[in-house]
């Protein structure tokens, strides 16, 4: 099975995002975790899933995100590479997060 790869900021993202719901519910915070485990790791086996961001910088064109299905306030954020993706941010939909791929005449 191929696994996604998370950047440092990426897991940031997803040990904040657990905190933050842990504090309210221990045991949801886990479904969503794992959850978003698991959907990176299909993103990781099917790329292709995600949308481009659009209108992105040339330094983020190769960037998808994709909605949680289970979680949809949650967007995961990734970019192909080598033989599986990176998922470069985990945010919250509610979040500005064009602010974290602003467009190229920014």
Do not use: C
């Amino acid at each position: 099975m191929i696994h996604a790869r998370f950047s440092p900021k990426a897991a940031h993202d997803l040990d904040e995002i657990v905190r933050f719901i842990a504090s309210d519910n221990p045991d949801a915070a886990q479904r969503v975790r794992n959850t978003i485990l698991d959907v990176a790791d299909l993103l990781a086996q099917n790329r292709e899933l995600g949308r481009h961001v659009r209108n992105a910088s040339p330094r983020h064109a190769q960037i998808r995100w994709f909605v949680v299905p289970k979680f949809r306030n949650y967007l995961i954020f990734y970019q192909p590479f080598q033989e599986t993706v990176m998922v470069v941010r985990v945010l919250h939909a509610a979040q500005d997060w064009t602010r974290f791929f602003p467009p190229e005449n920014l």
